[in-house]
């Protein structure tokens, strides 16, 4: 029963978007606060992540926008006074902290119990010696290993074990810093790396077992120590390969009984041994051929993999982790799919699921692509099939990728050291005739999960084309365009010859229980083998096409907005429909909508699921780049596009009609053209006149744009760009270098809302999404606000826009410039709905839907100074390039807030993770150009008390201009230098220009990634690092002398 | 896809198939877990029609030690069979044992359409004719260290027989037969269906702890005055309550009835029905279930065993 004394409880958030760290626990917090709040207790939250649903107000009683640090979670705790505290839902943020505040010994001070999971067992399951003395007293086999501090240790413990060694450090999020190590100087690189990386300065040493099979449970444990399974997950891709970057299947498929019940078995020894009360997930390294097995790590806490679960069974893990947290035993809790059985009940799934990373190399080229130990994927597509190739086969066209593969000379090597391409490089094998054999030798993927790809492309390339054959293919899980391109016609020809056949997908339920009893769930898949279960659909359908996987330049952002529109759509009385695939989100909550598609975002697979909801019109606007895509393919079926029209969506992407309509208005933006062919490209770039901005029509985050500065650059960057976007001109912009500031605006065809304006701190050329931004604007001209009203106004009218309106500008002293308009929400839109308190995706519905706005014109700006800083993942990139540019290179973003400009600077840069000096050294190695403009920033850091270091040619500078200023070698003029200093750890910050364009100086790039893998700030925009050393100055108490 | 191969029910719903063979008639039973050869090999199964509501099979080995019994299952339909090499050996093995199969069967949607009446009779139309090649397995007498416990084989599963093993009872086997005197043994375990029910009362007159597990349940509740009802289920990982302790149990079911009213002390509950799945009355235990190791070893003690 529930445990009555607890009234009022802290729950943690995880924070900003980080690789190995997502949106699954967005997902995890809405719905325990939520379920929290259904008991009648008080929520408490603390989270610095403004793009998150659960920050909205309506998610707990009060919500803390705050950096999650000891200090601040204290000043809450001493304020507010919680019951409980429960430290599972977070991730490794929440779990980390729990453990902080518990041994500092303020959960003791201020009387806070720990719900859930208690500390000995989160310790158990985290450190690694205490984890594996667990595992020997319950007799639980683990890879022989040893867990180390020094890289001595670990010397000794490799001579013990023998390569090849994994590396794994300890409470580390995402495998950070882990790594296999084949021999001695991979293991020092490795091992370095793992005791920086782990916050207690201690890795285990394992034995490899790379190659075993890579098997997953999710359990789940109430005080009761009633324990169940609810869900297997098989990897298809081997030990070796961070599960996150795995592909996964549920259920496990390959298992004999005999595995199935020895890995259960021992997965809920495992929970019970460790008295997990809540969600659990347990991996297993399992021989590929026998029963033998180890276990490789046990998650205390909702999980990556337990969002996945969740979506893949509908059994809610986190919400029931937060009851159980209360008291309530799993026989106490209702399974809301079902409302008939409760949460002791395991879920029994009639279907497949695979889950398919989504990785950022498609931005980062320069990248290393290797997968390994260590997570690089951003996010995640999940698939539902009654097979595993209809399953998987919905999964990869999820992806929205068509990846350059290498050449098949190399195939060979890619297949055996995986790289984000290695599913499409094993079709093409597979097309050139490789055996599975071959495939699986090389691979060490199980083979019946490549015969069953094999087997599926050779029929595909049968030459048959009959009505029964079609049915074949489609029930193997081939799109459309997939037929379409083998037989050698239009996409649209085969959708008419599956009307024409009666070839129609059948929508199936999710229900936890594989039909045993009568549900009326809202979540639905499509499939190809089996009819449709039949629609109680009650009032007329809205559809809401969601954003897909999160990846750079379209994450959680766009989420949040599609989680609003489907309220509001239910708020007016609407059935809300959404159709996506990402599992880790809140609008993939089959408690968000009436009707839950999960479903591939592309027209064959979209265009079914309207025919069978027959939708009042469909919404486009919040699903990013995604969406919008498929705005003119679903208007050419003749279903309405609510909002915004394909023409007004063509108007303001197509940039030869864009420029007709600013001309028209009499709105300037910086000079350019559209081009088509290389000699027109050159011609314009030196009309207008370096440095230029250049980038590919139809793009979002700024992928592939660039400042270029020469003929040469700009002939290095047409050899890429255009192969990108061939069906679509590029656009050439002058460069201007000033201030950017951009609105979201609410249009509803004859007033605008707009409800702030935001200004970026560094000037044009950073992405938006990778600059910070401030609400409300810190230094625009009364004139320059103004102006951008105005052309916000005309520009939204103009286009007859209806909803969201994105528009961004650069601002040069009083002018303003047009930069991009884009007829969709933006990533800034929860921040500004946040700060403003304007329900911005809310009130963009309503207009959708034939409301009219009740109030227009630029809001004036109220409450505190709120700044939006991104987060970044480089320590997970190998190989990628630091310096932020016009492409978008940041996973998340946090908030910053406080009265004072430089405070909220100040709290919003702590809350990014950046880990900033109060005193200490700072180097500077900066571009020529640059140098003029470091001399008050340098000047000012040496006043506030650093040590300043600088190359050769900066030293001087600076020294000549009275900075007192040491000279530190460059890479190439030997010992002591500067990647030496930062191994050293002599250096805590780095100021850092480069010197032209796209190529990165070889020196700087490897300062600026030593910096990155060390955590040692690095900032390459001077406007960054000013405002930096303001808030530094700020804060800092000064000593003056009397004048 | 080929209309000829189908699993027609009595009510005449047809549910094509795309593949199969083996024509058999019986009575088609929903099966909700993927052990697909223990349940097909068990012998409550005998005669049955077995509708496997798991995705695909046919992707993990045939491995002989998940055949239960000689007997099994009429035959079996399956959503998907794999395409490659296991996916063939599972074909090929139920081919061997007589057991007709049909594949590419929207199971689900069999599943919705039986749930109003949980059980009904249907014919597995496949094409082909089945030739039979079943190995017959003989009872036996397992010496172990631990208690002696006489077992009344009525359909008993090899996993059973594995886990008392296991636990260190010495075991002497009967197969469909209840001896008319016990000797040297400690208790008796009686499990599986179709026992003669004259016999129970010479059981009964025995003293010894009796443990009744399976369809065979039903007949000593009757006899000590119980009822039961006509709820089949077939499927693993079922939660029960264990009403003494609160404790939840996950078990495996293979019953064609359930319990309605028990002689003694209820057990455990079902707890999607409520209804009683275990009881107690002095040193006679009956379970509609199979249960794990742990509390089989649990409920063993309890009788003195």
């Given amino acids: 029963m529930r445990d009555k004394s607890i009234k009022k409880v802290l729950v943690i958030g995880s924070g900003p978007i980080v690789i190995g760290q997502a949106a699954e626990f967005d997902y995890a917090g809405a719905q325990a606060c939520q379920a929290l709040k259904e008991e009648g207790i008080e929520v408490i939250l603390l989270n610095s992540n403004p793009a998150t649903i659960m920050t909205d107000k309506e998610m707990a009683h009060k919500v803390y926008l705050e950096p999650i640090t000891p200090e601040i979670a204290e000043q809450i705790i001493r304020k507010e006074r919680p019951d409980g505290f429960i430290a599972g839902l977070g991730g490794q943020t929440g779990l980390n902290m729990a453990l902080t505040l518990a041994e500092t010994g303020v959960l003791d001070r201020y009387g806070v119990k720990l719900l859930g999971t208690n500390l000995e067992a989160i310790k158990k399951a985290e450190d690694r010696e205490l984890f594996k003395e667990l595992m020997e007293e319950i007799g639980e086999p683990i890879c022989p290993g040893e867990t180390v501090k020094s890289l001595s240790e670990a010397k000794q413990v490799a001579s013990r074990l023998g390569y090849p060694l994994v590396i794994r450090p300890a409470f580390t999020l995402g495998g950070t810093g882990g790594g296999m190590a084949d021999n001695e100087s991979e293991l020092e690189i490795y091992v370095k790396k793992g005791l920086e990386a782990s916050p207690i300065g201690q890795v285990l040493i394992e034995k490899s077992v790379a190659g075993f099979r890579e098997i997953e449970f999710e359990v789940m444990r109430d005080a009761r120590d009633n324990a169940i399974a609810i869900c297997s997950m098989e990897n298809v891709d081997p030990v070796g390969i961070h599960t996150g970057d795995s592909i996964v299947v549920a259920p496990a498929l390959t298992l004999s009984q005999e595995e199935m019940r020895l890995l259960k078995g021992a997965a809920l020894k495992i929970i019970r041994a460790l008295k997990i009360e809540g969600g659990c997930n347990v991996q297993f390294a399992l021989h590929p051929s026998k029963s033998e097995y180890y276990i490789i790590e046990v998650n205390p806490r909702v999980s990556r993999s337990s969002a996945l679960a969740s979506k893949a069974t509908g059994y809610p893990i986190a919400r029931v982790t937060a009851k159980v947290a209360l008291g309530y035993t799993l026989d106490e809790i209702i399974n809301p799919l079902t409302k008939k059985t409760t949460a002791v009940f395991e879920p029994n799934i009639d279907y497949v699921v695979v889950k398919i990373p989504r990785w950022p190399f498609d931005k980062f080229k320069s990248g290393d692509r290797h997968l390994g130990t260590q997570m690089k994927a951003t996010g995640e597509v999940m698939a539902i099939g009654r097979s595993f190739i209809e399953a998987l086969q919905k999964a990869i066209r999820g992806l929205e990728l068509k990846p350059d593969l290498p050449p098949s000379t190399e195939w060979d090597k890619y297949l055996q050291k995986a790289d984000d391409r290695r599913i499409f490089i094993i079709e093409e094998t597979f097309r050139a005739g490789y055996s599975v054999e071959k495939v699986a030798n090389l691979t060490k993927i199980s083979k019946p999960f490549l015969e069953e790809m094999k087997n599926a492309l050779a029929r595909l390339l049968i030459s048959e084309k009959s009505p029964s054959w079609l049915s074949e293919l489609k029930g193997l899980g081939f799109s459309d365009q997939q037929i379409a391109n083998q037989w050698q016609c239009p996409e649209q020809d085969i959708r008419k010859l599956r009307k024409e056949w009666q070839i129609t997908p059948g929508y199936k339920r999710v229900d936890t229980c594989a039909g045993q009893l009568r549900t009326n769930s809202p979540y639905f898949y499509s499939t190809y083998q089996g009819i449709d279960e039949p629609l109680d659909k009650q009032g007329e359908s809205v559809v809401v096409i969601g954003s897909g996987p999160i990846r750079i330049g379209q994450g959680l952002e766009f989420d949040y907005a599609t989680v609003h529109a489907i309220k509001a759509i239910r708020k007016l009385g609407y059935r809300a429909v959404i159709i996506n695939n990402n599992p880790e989100t809140v609008s993939t909550d089959f408690d968000i909508s009436d009707a839950l598609y999960f479903e591939p975002l592309t027209l064959g697979d979209v265009l079914p699921i309207l025919e069978r909801e027959k939708p009042l019109g469909v919404i486009v606007q919040f699903g990013g780049q995604t969406s919008i895509k498929l705005a003119s393919g679903i208007a050419n079926a003749g279903y309405k596009i609510l909002g915004s029209s394909v023409d007004t969506i063509d108007r303001a992407e197509d940039r030869e009609r864009f420029e007709e309509l600013l001309e028209t208005l009499k709105i300037p933006r910086p000079k350019g053209a559209g081009v088509r062919t290389r000699d027109e490209a050159f011609k314009t770039a030196n009309l207008i006149g370096y440095p230029v901005l250049v980038r590919p029509s139809y793009v979002l985050g700024g992928r592939a744009m660039e400042i270029v500065y020469s003929d040469d650059d700009l002939e290095n960057y047409l050899k890429e760009a255009v192969s990108i976007s061939e069906d679509h001109p590029i656009l050439i912009d002058r460069y201007i270098q000033g201030k950017e500031a951009e609105v979201d605006a609410i249009c509803d065809g004859e007033k605008v809302l707009i409800p702030g304006i935001m200004e970026h701190i560094e000037r044009a050329g950073v992405h938006s999404g990778d600059s910070i931004a401030v609400y409300p604007t810190k230094s625009l001209s009364p004139q320059a606000k103004e102006k951008i009203a105005s052309y916000t106004e005309r520009i939204a009218l103009a286009l007859q826009a209806q909803g969201m309106v994105n528009i961004q500008f650069v601002v040069d002293g009083d002018d303003v410039y047009i930069i991009e308009v884009n007829p969709r929400a933006s990533r800034t839109v929860p921040f500004m709905s946040k700060v403003t308190n304007i329900p911005m995706a809310e009130l963009a519905t309503r207009v959708m839907l034939g409301e009219k706005l009740t109030e227009s014109g630029l809001k004036p700006e109220i409450g505190d100074i709120a700044v939006k800083a991104p987060v970044f993942s480089f320590a997970k990139l190998s190989q990628v390039d630091t310096v932020l540019g016009p492409e978008m290179k940041s996973t998340g973003e946090v908030l910053g807030r406080a009265p004072v400009f430089y405070q909220a600077l100040y709290k919003a840069l702590i809350a990014s993770g950046l880990s900033i000096p109060q005193e200490g050294t700072v180097l500077f190695t900066v571009a020529d150009k640059d140098k003029n403009e470091i001399l008050p920033l340098a000047q000012g850091f040496y006043e506030l008390g650093y040590r300043l270091i600088a190359t050769t040619g900066t030293a001087a500078y600076l020294n000549v201009h009275g900075i007192r200023t040491e000279r530190v070698n460059k890479l190439f003029e030997g010992s002591p230098n500067i990647v030496d200093l930062l191994q050293t750890g002599e250096i805590d910050l780095i100021i850092n220009t480069i010197t032209k364009g796209k190529t990165p100086a070889r020196e700087g790039f490897q300062i600026r990634r030593r910096a990155a893998e060390r955590g040692i700030p690095c900032l390459t925009s001077l406007d960054t690092a000013t405002a930096l050393y303001e808030a530094l100055r700020k804060i800092q108490l000064q000593a003056t002398p009397l004048l | ?305």
Wanted: glycine letters at 10%; hydrophobic letters at 40%; proline letters at 4%.
């Fill in chain 2, 1 to 305: 896809m080929n209309n000829n191969k189908a699993l027609v029910l009595r009510d005449g719903t047809k549910f094509p198939a795309k593949a199969g063979f083996g024509r058999v008639k019986g009575q088609v039973v929903m099966v909700y877990s993927n052990n697909f050869i223990e349940v097909a090999t068990d012998p409550t199964s005998e005669g049955l029609i077995l509708v496997f509501t798991a995705p695909q099979a046919g992707l993990a080995a045939v491995v002989s030690n998940e055949i239960e019994s000689n007997k099994g299952a009429k035959g079996v339909v399956f959503q998907n069979i794999a395409s490659g090499t296991r996916g063939d050996e599972l074909r090929s093995f139920f081919k061997r044992r007589g057991i007709a199969v049909l594949e590419g069967v929207d199971t689900r949607e069999v599943a919705l359409h039986l749930q109003e009446t949980a059980a009904i009779s249907g014919e597995l139309q496949g094409d082909t004719e089945l030739a039979v090649d079943c190995k017959t397995v003989s009872g036996k007498r397992i010496p172990n260290s631990g208690n002696r416990l006489a077992v009344i084989d009525s359909g008993i599963s090899e996993s059973l027989i594995r886990t008392l093993v296991e636990l260190g009872y010495d075991l002497t086997i009967y197969e469909n037969t209840i001896p008319d005197e016990f000797l040297d043994v400690n208790g008796v375990l009686v499990v599986g269906e179709g026992l003669p029910e004259n016999k129970l009362e010479s059981l009964q007159k025995s003293g010894l702890p009796l443990i009744f597990m399976g369809e065979v349940t039903n007949y000593i509740v009757r006899s000590l005055g119980g009822t039961s009802g006509n709820d089949l289920r077939l499927g693993d990982g079922y939660p029960v309550l264990e009403k003494e302790t609160h404790k939840v149990w996950s078990v495996n079911f293979r019953r064609k009835q359930n319990l309605e009213k028990v002689p003694g002390e209820v057990l455990f509950l079902d707890l999607i029905s409520n209804k009683p799945v275990g009881f107690i009355k002095g040193k006679v235990i009956g379970l509609e279930f199979t249960p794990e190791k742990s509390l089989l070893q649990q409920l063993l003690r309890r009788v003195g065993l």
